[in-house]
């Protein structure tokens, strides 16, 4: 017989005052509001061991046109995957396609992380 395990998603998100890591029904509950006359959010989710295999930055987006710091970059060496020196802005991108899955709405987010 199966055993009943109970499911818990968390969400790691350093840009909110949130718990770090935030249980997924307090995270979709207060980090995110419909205001009106704003777009609404979309989501992209990948798996851990997709976005391991496929994800590679070379920071480049954290510097300006000279070349030059925006922030101080992290002290951990960038992730760089072999032959690919960033492919960041297909992750921020919410256009269907890529690695993972794209989700337009809080409700369609929920659905798919809890059932």
Not at 18 to 26: G, I, K
Not at 62 to 69: I, L, N, Q, S
Not at 76 to 104: C, H, K, R
């Amino acid at each position: 017989a199966k055993a009943d395990v109970e499911f818990s998603a968390e969400v790691l998100d350093l840009d909110t005052a949130l718990p770090f890591p935030c249980e997924f029904r307090e995270y979709v509950t207060k980090a995110f509001r419909t205001v009106r006359g704003w777009p609404t959010a979309h989501f992209r989710v990948v798996e851990a061991a997709a976005l391991f295999a496929t994800f590679s930055s070379d920071r480049s987006h954290m510097r300006r046109a000279d070349g030059t710091w925006l922030s101080p970059p992290p002290a951990y060496d960038p992730i760089v995957l072999p032959g690919i020196a960033s492919n960041l802005a297909d992750f921020w991108s919410m256009s269907p396609g890529g690695v993972g899955q794209v989700f337009s709405s809080v409700d369609e987010l929920s659905t798919f992380v809890l059932g």
